[in-house]
Every structure is written in structure tokens, then in C-alpha cells.
Nanobody
Framework: QVSLVESGGGLVQPGGSLRLSCAAS????????IGWFRQAPGKEREGVSC????????YYADSVKGRFTISRDNAKSTVYLQMNSLKPEDTAVYYC??????????????????WGQGTQVTVSS
């Protein structure tokens, strides 16, 4: 049974850091691209980063480039999103998702087959 479980969200002050984790089970992690999406109240779901299947190439949206880093640990079947220099506009529910043989391009929600339940990130003083 395929499962994706996010963790690591919380409340952080502007300029702070959080590391999100996406624990995968039921499939071979490096056969899938893993994307991180976020959705703020009243806004559309936005693809912020992804790591490709196979060679682990990465993609970042302009809004997070230079601040967020995505990585994958195949042995732990976990993908991480390190978020630094957080801003209030980063506040959202963050989801990870998996796409079979996906590439490192802008993640689009309809390309992803499996989704986690989401974790809340709130950036506020």
C-alpha cells in the first residue's frame, strides 16, 4: 500500500528555518519524482520544488529558489525540504506527492499519483 506522510511543520518566526520530511512506503522511492506543493487559504495549490526519479535532479520555483533545498535519502525512503529564511508568505499547508518516473520540471498537481495528508507551516512573529 502506497503511503506518503509529511512531518516537520510548525510555527516559526520570519527568518527562521524548518525541515519538512516526506516518508514514503509501498514503492521504490527513486522510481518516482517527489514534489512539494503548498496551498495557502484562498489560493491555488503551488508546486514549489521537486526531485526527479533516477538521478535526483531538482527544480525550485522562483519564490523559494536560494532558500529551500530538496533532498532524498533512498535508504530511509524519505525526501526532505529544508526551508531557510522563511517569510510570512511561505505560510501554507505543505504536501508531498509522488509521480512515477517524473522529471525535475515545474511540478503540476495532475501529474502526481500519490499524495500525503499535508503539514501546516506558519511563519509569523
Amino acid at each position: 500500500q502506497v503511503s506518503l506522510v509529511e512531518s516537520g511543520g510548525g510555527l516559526v518566526q520570519p527568518g527562521g528555518s524548518l525541515r519538512l520530511s516526506c516518508a514514503a512506503s509501498g514503492f521504490t522511492l527513486d522510481h518516482y519524482a517527489i514534489g512539494w506543493f503548498r496551498q495557502a487559504p484562498g489560493k491555488e495549490r503551488e508546486g514549489v520544488s521537486c526531485i526527479s526519479s533516477g538521478d535526483g535532479s531538482t527544480y525550485y520555483a522562483d519564490s523559494v529558489k536560494g532558500r529551500f533545498t530538496i533532498s532524498r535519502d533512498n535508504a530511509k525512503s524519505t525526501v526532505y525540504l529544508q526551508m531557510n529564511s522563511l517569510k510570512p508568505e511561505d505560510t501554507a499547508v505543505y504536501y508531498c506527492a509522488a509521480a512515477l518516473w517524473g522529471t525535475a520540471t515545474e511540478p503540476r498537481h495532475y501529474e502526481y499519483d500519490y499524495w500525503g495528508q499535508g503539514t501546516q507551516v506558519t511563519v509569523s512573529s
